[in-house]
């Protein structure tokens, strides 16, 4: 059995953590942590868990983490797993950030878009981004590995194929994406309340949002030429899911159903739709699935690629537990195969 | 014009009282305040406002709004009105509260419901409870009206015409009460976030609601005997709305139907429909009417009350709009009349 | 392995069927049937399921299912099973009826409330009423059985206790429900389109609802007296979900936390909360749980029992899947663990 | 006094423009017709409307529409209007069309996107294209208007000031676009059910929308030069609002905040928001506003508008009121100055 624990455990890529870890045949949940909510059981705080866990947040303590945990999951906000993780490693835990801390390589271009230096940046090089369609290897071997962000996730796997083989414009891209409230957090704010998100919809970040600089890093790294990304992120009055609308321009002619099929024919977790599909977001809530469907208007120039996942899944927990699964040489798949509940 | 001024703007009932006030015909909005948005313009916060409003927040200062106010209106959270109001009454300037702070006649009864001592206790004899089907005269003469709490107002409408013809047995009253989430107003907090509260549906307070006293209160007023009534609030998953449903037991053979639409002949704001109906929600969606159905299943003993408003209009800024025309010698629909938003 | 067969799978019962029984270790669904979607496979009707079933839908025909199938579940509209039944026990399949038509011991009754004659009166003895709760045992030996509707199985299992142990007045009953939208089905029809169903709430069938006589027949066998129940269903702005709020009038003291938590200590899938609870529709949203509270506001006589349960599953299909583990000597709870999808 | 008709008075956008045409001071209501509701009284459809509206359905039939009618409006499907404005229209009766058969000029265009001849064709070239923006004048001559779709409309107020100065590339435009559930009309269908389209979000007529040459055909008529533009609409799980969110390449440097405010200065349904403002839908629910905003991140070349409606008023019912405003010398806002109802 591996012995997970979860640092943060009160917000909601914490609760989609338990959830799945629960279901996971191999997985013991060792420990779960929570500042402010020391002493509670978890299933008081959700009550779907009762009778699934009987588990209690405690303080979070590297120490204590490291001797009860094989790996740990950091479902925190930003700049708590960078102080903590030097500490578990030492111990020889391995760590999964589900948080933005060890996402992007340079640290200059941490720090302009966090507002502060970075705590542990000796570990950047290390860290490995959780995106298994392009690091599955490095994943098996790693030690400390970034999950993506949800916008990230939709779109690169989005993009991939499209910029791996030098299809399209690297330098003309356009991802006009949408995510349900929960992407912002489990925390108290007046913007995600039902009364001000419901019957409602707006962009916002337009200036520039901070899955921006990570998304032009991973299209970059595949397309081995600047990338020029124009990215508008939308509030849709719903729960879970994204929705991508990728737009790029053509610059050879291909077969773009086949480039999909075959770049994904092994990726258990990525669903390339037959041709003229529209993937709705709710064909992947609650699922680790992301999928796609590939278009071109008129055989124009103009290819549109959409893009659907959970955001709490593949966008986040479900992807962590799909890099522990590598690391720990489990099934890709292993407790992962939950079928999207609909309606 | 009635110089009109808005204590507490940045609220839910501070909006829809700018929306209602800014259509009528006969008032000019002369201040609104907010201690934490001192010299922002209400359209910023509110851009449904833009072109329509160009003050902008002052702050709540009893001299000043006496001098510029023939009336003000307290969208206050509870124990705030109670502190200006004598202020403003010595200075001739009339009151409207739709906080809780004048509702309860007995400050014991507020002090154990509101969990502090009344800070003005003389001025509930003098405060008139403003719900005009049974307070019509009162509020025309009155210096300061309480306004009714949104469910209240729902549930003593839809009860009167059986409690004041002595038609039910009064010590065995059910509501069943639902209401949207704006219910709980616009502040920061976890329980009404739309991750929350949409595709939910749970009942709260039931040990105990802070409308439970009002409601007792006013129906004991009309029935004449003591009253007793079991109040189950919910939440909808929605923005306004409040859906009463009530349940109460014959003692006496009547035609119901025509008890209610005698009741309210008279009554602008009250629709008693056809034998049958089932009133919905959204038929009053931004509109001051309560709609009513009576029911009597299988013609047993057991009567049914089915009673929909808007919680933000009938349920708080348009009654206050309508007791202000009371108060000021409008006719008693003026700026009321439009029309609900369907779909 | 149980080969089951699914009559009538494009309905949201039949889909959650699916969901269900693919991630059932013992069992083969072998025949999914649709007279209108003959020949389309499940997973383009239903593109959640891509991945997870091949099947295509094919026609309702008994001697193929009855040579397929060594249970046959029925997702239909009411009057289907009645016809195709017969020839299933015939040839030794057994069945499990979604539909109304079994729950009703008395044809006349049937009769009376789904306007037409009932074509296989004679089996209606025989058919178990199939809420495990209460008949467990005959469930295990039953050949046909008849799933509760979804209203039922909330308001019994929440009423249960209390009238079998003789707490309250009989005669004096009232069940407040509300329900997700899921509960009419997937058919085109204006009143549940998202523009005329959300933001919006209403009562239906207060003059008379199908589920009545059968909540009363249930009711009345373990009372063992006449039953008197007034019941309001009412429609919730979401997908899934049923919320009964149940009031009934005390007539012997008793500690009715200890008396619920006892009368469920071997219940799987009944979950009795701790005094003072609220339940949520969405702790059990997805999941076959039932979650109670039992209260008693201010220590009167009038109990109040919260009943919460997701109506596509302990309301129709998970409960239909428990029957089927105890109709072949499954554990009661294979394949229905999984947790509720929160947020 | 305008004597107004509306033909196909059941859907969306009849109830829209009844909500419109009752508050509008000049206006009286002389008829409202419907095949299938013949003799229903309007208020039993739509009970928002008790108490506002005495009147019952009648057949469509132009004479005696003609006869008591000033103008007659068309909120029908597509294709029935066509067969009866001639008819209209020698009599002297005006017509301003919600639908889409006068909206295209060349009726080969209209044929191979609505699936069959078009019934006037000779009507096409006096038509008069309803957006004020552009055509102010001529629609004040219009003896017959042709109203906007809802996408064209956001789309259009959107790009005009671009292409009028020939500011960006007008070979290299992109829409994307999302709208409300309301947008496909009051009928029963699958995909629009509540339990289909909430908590879900999908693109849809990916490989071509009927709004598609409508927009082109517009922003050709501005642009003066061949228009490429790529449209791809989405649904949102919610009842009203159009966000669109344009993409464009700058050619030539400027100050766009001052071309959009000075475009649209004297435009009193058209908003432009400060620089740096995100439009929410809901900022326009209910009000015939369009609100926009323009940006350009990072001082690149890329030009971001975004721009709100609500597809029932600004996007058809609200925009037809305009319209006859100007046809019939009223001042252009006269009964559309009602304010986005928030929350």
């Given amino acids: 059995m591996i012995r997970a624990g979860i640092v943060g455990g009160t917000g909601y890529t914490g609760v989609e953590l338990l959830r799945l870890l ?5 997985v013991e949940i060792a ?3 929570s500042r402010t909510e020391v002493g509670t059981a978890v299933s008081e705080l959700f009550p ?3 009778g699934h866990l009987e588990l209690h947040f405690t303080e979070p303590e590297p120490t204590h983490l490291a001797d009860e945990c094989d790996v740990v999951f950091f479902a925190t ?24 801390d060890f996402r992007l390589s340079d640290p200059v271009v941490w720090e302009r878009w966090y507002g502060r230096p970075h705590a542990a940046p000796n570990l950047l090089a290390e860290a490995v981004y959780g995106l298994p369609e392009i690091n599955r290897e490095a ?8 999950c993506p962000g949800c916008y990230p996730t939709a779109v690169q796997l989005g993009f991939l194929p499209l910029l791996e083989q030098q299809l399209v414009d690297p330098g003309r891209l356009i991802a006009d994406a949408k995510s349900g409230v929960s992407g912002a957090g489990r925390k108290a704010s007046l913007g995600t309340l039902l009364c001000e998100a419901s019957e409602n919809f707006k962009a916002y970040g337009v200036s520039g949002h901070r899955h921006l600089p990570e998304i032009i890093q991973g299209l970059h790294q595949v397309s ?3 990338v020029g990304l124009t990215f508008v992120p939308h509030l849709i009055p719903m729960i879970r899911g994204i929705h991508a609308t990728l737009y790029a321009q053509l610059q050879q002619e291909t077969d773009l159903q086949a480039v999909y099929e075959q770049r994904y024919a092994t990726a258990p977790f ?18 680790n ?31 962590a537990v799909q890099n522990m699964n590598l690391m720990f040489g489990q099934e890709e798949t292993c407790g992962l195969t939950s079928i999207a509940v609909i309606p």
């Fill in 289 to 319: 699935m992301c999928r796609l469907a590939v278009h071109r208007p008129s055989a124009g120039n103009t290819v549109i690629v959409l893009s659907v996942t959970d955001n709490l899944v593949k966008g986040a927990s479900g992807q």
């Fill in 270 to 287: 990525v669903d390339v739709l037959p041709p003229g599909s529209q993937p709705e977001t709710r064909s992947v809530r609650g699922s």
């Fill in 48 to 50: 779907n868990l009762r």
């Fill in 224 to 226: 081995q030429t600047p």
């Fill in 31 to 33: 420990a779960i942590t």
């Fill in 77 to 100: 906000p930003h700049g708590v797993a960078m102080d903590m993780v030097p500490a578990l490693l030492a111990r020889d835990t391995r760590v999964i950030d589900l948080s933005a």
């Fill in 22 to 26: 629960i279901n996971h045949p191999n």
């Fill in 139 to 146: 994943i098996r071997q790693a030690r400390l590995v970034a």
